[in-house]
């Protein structure tokens, strides 16, 4: 990996040539488009704003007449800007700030920004946009498709895949960011980007907010409006973040064994042990549990 990071860095030309193929790549193979945020992130961090929306744009360009000139649509390699003009905007601001919680909570607002815009695209009924959806995608399977298909349209789902889409981009980006960040580091301050993220705290003022836009659930149970939980699993999603950390910290503390840190990340994102996760990170503003162990050792 050190050999393509130091690959991408060698100059401009590099980095939009690398990140042509990987655009080109990643509609073949989705996850790849990762390393395609990452790779701007990363020219973003250590170069500047300007160099990375050059690199952006350039690599943009390439992979559109790459596209093209296999018989593709420019459309699909454009829509990839997506992802980067954020992954850009959030690198840049962590450049400037050094501060990765001034820059997750940039991510998060984009989040919200992608899910304010799915509701327009909707007409403010995103469940019933879902429902259309997959039940076209069945219909033309016949009878027996279109009953699995109605069993995937129950409105409980339907009322949380909004939610869920916001959130997953909110995550998408922070990944390409903490990728880029640990790329950076990997180069030119080795261990940096992990202090970085152990040390992480997104202060009280980000849970109160939280807890503002709680508050209409509480008070108006079902008749609250459908975006309310949406913003609160965007909201969710960073605390779980701030939980990682901590936990992570913690268990660094107190075994130094790599293992526990994988069944860590293992768990809050695959168990309800994420829930448990992301309360930590709520707590942590006022329990600050990282010095609390620390004096415990």
């Given amino acids: ?79 990839m800007a997506v992802f980067w ?33 799915f509701y327009l695209m909707s007409d403010g009924a995103p469940a019933e946009w879902w429902q259309n959806v997959v039940q076209d ?60 993220f152990l040390s992480l705290q997104l202060g009280k003022n980000s849970v109160l907010l939280g807890l503002v836009v709680m508050l209409p659930g509480l008070l108006m149970g079902d008749e609250v409006p459908a975006m309310v939980p949406d913003l609160m699993q965007i909201w969710m999603t960073l605390f779980m973040i701030q939980g990682i950390a901590v936990a992570h910290a913690v268990l660094e503390q107190r075994t130094g064994q790599k293992g526990w840190v994988m069944a860590l990340y293992f768990a809050t994102l695959f168990t309800p042990i994420g829930f448990v996760v992301t309360m930590v990170g709520v707590t942590d503003a006022w329990i600050d549990y990282r010095r609390r162990f620390a004096e415990m050792k």
Avoid at 106 to 117: D, E, H, K, N, R
Avoid at 150 to 173: H, I, K, S, Y
Avoid at 187 to 196: A, D, I, S
């Fill in 1 to 79: 990996m050190r050999i393509f990071i130091e690959y991408v860095m060698r100059s401009r030309l590099h980095a939009m040539g690398v990140l042509s193929l990987l655009a080109f790549t990643t509609l073949v193979f989705p996850p790849i488009g990762y390393l395609t945020g990452a790779v701007v992130g990363v020219v973003t961090l250590k170069q500047g704003a300007s160099e990375g929306m050059i690199s952006l744009l350039g690599g943009l360009a390439l992979a559109m007449v790459l596209h093209r000139l296999n018989g593709g649509h420019e459309l699909s390699v454009a829509m």
């Fill in 137 to 196: 995608l069945f219909a033309e399977q016949g009878s027996d498709a279109l009953g699995a298909g109605e069993m995937l349209l129950d409105p409980r789902l339907a009322e949380v895949l909004t939610g869920v889409m916001a959130a997953g981009f909110f995550l998408g980006l922070v990944a390409m960011l903490l990728l880029a960040r640990s790329w950076q580091a990997m180069l030119y301050n080795p261990g940096g980007m992990k202090v970085e």
């Fill in 85 to 117: 003009i954020p992954v850009w905007t959030i690198a840049a601001l962590l450049r400037t700030t050094q501060s990765l919680r001034i820059a997750f909570q940039a991510a998060a607002l984009f989040g919200v920004l992608a899910l304010f815009i």
